[in-house]
Nanobody, 124 residues
Framework: QVQLVESGGGLVQAGGSLRLSCAAS????????MGWFRQAPGKEREFVAA????????DYADSVKDRFTISRDNAKKMVYLHMNSLKPEDTAVYSC?????????????????WGQGTQVTVSS
């Protein structure tokens, strides 16, 4: 079992930066692939970024590539999403998720555990 709690969301102007954090509980955190997803009002949940258990492999949605960076600290059981050059279209509830597998996937249905989400609002 893994429990996930996100933090770090807020209101930021376009062009600004935020760092989201996801705190995990559970003894086997380092065995999980971790992902960030987002859902804007009236839209489906979409993949943002994912990172392998070791941190050696990452994947990003095209819309955030070169602006967002995912990282993890297994000793602290934390996952981070560094967001730069934010745009109004990045406004959404951001959730972290854990997948009990070695491989990175972008399909939300493949993730086993979810946090409650944190709101990110980017003003123009």
């Amino acid at each position: 079992q893994v429990q996930l709690v996100e933090s770090g969301g807020g209101l930021v102007q376009a062009g600004g930066s935020l760092r989201l954090s996801c705190a995990a509980s559970g003894r086997t955190f380092s065995r999980y692939t971790m992902g960030w997803f987002r859902q804007a009002p009236g839209k489906e949940r979409e993949f943002v970024a994912a990172i392998s258990w070791s941190g050696a492999s990452t994947d990003y949605a095209d819309s955030v590539k070169d602006r967002f960076t995912i990282s993890r600290d297994n000793a602290k059981k934390m996952v981070y999403l560094h967001m730069n050059s934010l745009k109004p279209e990045d406004t959404a509830v951001y959730s972290c998720a854990a997948r009990a597998s070695w491989t990175i996937v972008t399909d939300a249905s493949e993730y086993n555990y979810w946090g409650q989400g944190t709101q990110v609002t980017v003003s123009s």
